[in-house]
């Protein structure tokens, strides 16, 4: 779990229109969208501040609202997670040990979306599961090496 501060100092409409721009979340229509919105957490972490360490087991997943993240095993950088990005789908949906650190590479702010928050969504819109199948896609083609 992020050891950044969380706080609630975002409106409702502004953490809907970050997760507009998240592909996992670009779908989903306003309403329910405001609804996960309003039941994420959102975290400030400072540069070089660890939001993921790996081998932890958990079951959120983050969105990048502003700032830019790092995906690291061991020394070996995998992938950076800009503004509009996400970090963690696959642990949202099945909680197993973390396969890498990610940590900021600039102050960062993150909306925390939590396992059961994600399982209603994907229940109630199943066209969600595209998104999160080519983010999964996404991820595992960034981290292949060419």
Known sequence: ??????RVTMPTIDRVLALHLVPLFAGVPGRTLA???????EVEVAADEV??????????????VSGRLVARDGDRVLR???????????????PEPRSATVSALVPSVLLRIDR??????????PELARGVIASLVRMI???TPS
Request: net charge negative; proline share 4%.
């Open 35 to 41: 609804a996960v919105a309003a039941s994420a957490t």
């Open 80 to 94: 950076e997670i800009p503004a509009g990005g996400s970090v963690g789908e696959l642990a949202a949906l099945v």
């Open 116 to 125: 059961p928050v994600l399982e209603e969504l994907l229940t109630d819109h």
């Open 1 to 6: 779990m992020a050891q950044g501060q969380t």
């Open 51 to 64: 939001v993921i360490a790996q081998g932890t087991v958990e079951d959120h997943l983050f969105a990048v």
């Open 141 to 143: 083609r960034d981290s």
